[in-house]
């Protein structure tokens, strides 16, 4: 009678511990979908990495542009002031003109600004000439110089300071406002392009006229990649 008991039992373990194996391996099964979400993470982890990144090496190297210019400036008797800096490896419907306060030691104003169309139709990123008619920007230092009314309005003329872009004057690059051109950031749109100009808003030029006539010397602008 014994057992005969017994037997039973035995077959109860025997099937709770099939049980128990068996949700074991259910649940070994269904582990890695956590690790999936982890990766996702890491990688939103890593591209915002990347983007602060690059946001800091910008930073950086307008930074080293400025306090080159301070220099040059000091030598050359520039206005130690302020200075304009246009970064074109940002792309255009970003703000890459920075009205760089040298005192402060910060950025006063920024702003949108086309680049030229080297006479195409229409260039989304920049090349550099320093070429008569060749309609490119051109890349080096500038003294901004007299204010005068042209064709596209209220301008400032540009003398071009380096080999690069020694043609400046002759060609007539000047620093002029022009209505295609906005306020505000655009991107990821692109901005309209000009025939080698720095051109910007009108709200903006009202700016950079400000600074430009209240300055005691002459204003150096750096265009550069």
């Not at 190297?61 to 400025?66: D, F, G, K």
């Not at 000091?74 to 040298?102: A, H, T, W």
């Not at 070429?131 to 042209?150: D, I, M, N, P, T």
């Not at 505000?184 to 006539?213: A, H, Q, T, W």
Request: hydrophobic fraction near 35%; glycine fraction near 8%.
């Amino acid at each position: 009678m014994e057992i005969k008991g017994f037997l039973p039992g035995l077959a109860f373990l025997a099937l709770l511990m099939m049980s128990c194996t068996a949700s074991d391996k259910n649940k070994s099964r269904e582990s890695p979908l956590p690790a999936r979400k982890t990766i996702t993470k890491t990688t939103k982890t890593s591209a915002t990495a990347k983007k602060a990144t690059e946001r800091t090496v910008k930073t950086v190297s307008l930074i080293n542009r400025a306090s080159e210019i301070a220099r040059y400036a000091e030598q050359k008797g520039y206005s130690d002031k302020y200075c304009f800096l246009i970064d074109m490896s940002l792309p255009g419907g970003r703000n890459r003109f920075f009205v760089y306060d040298l005192e402060k030691r910060s950025v006063a104003y920024a702003g949108l600004v086309a680049h030229g169309s080297c006479n195409e139709r229409f260039l989304s990123r920049g090349r550099f000439s320093n070429l008569s008619g060749s309609g490119c920007s051109s890349l080096g230092r500038y003294k901004v110089g007299a204010f005068y009314h042209g064709s596209y309005g209220a301008s400032f003329k540009l003398h071009g300071l380096d080999k690069s872009n020694s043609n400046a004057y002759p060609r007539g690059v000047v620093i002029h406002g022009y209505d295609c051109v906005p306020d505000e950031e655009i991107y990821p749109r692109v901005l309209c392009n000009s025939l080698g100009c720095p051109m910007v808003s009108y709200n903006f030029f009202d700016k950079l006229s400000r600074i430009i006539k209240d300055s005691d010397k002459p204003v150096l602008l750096w265009i550069y990649q």
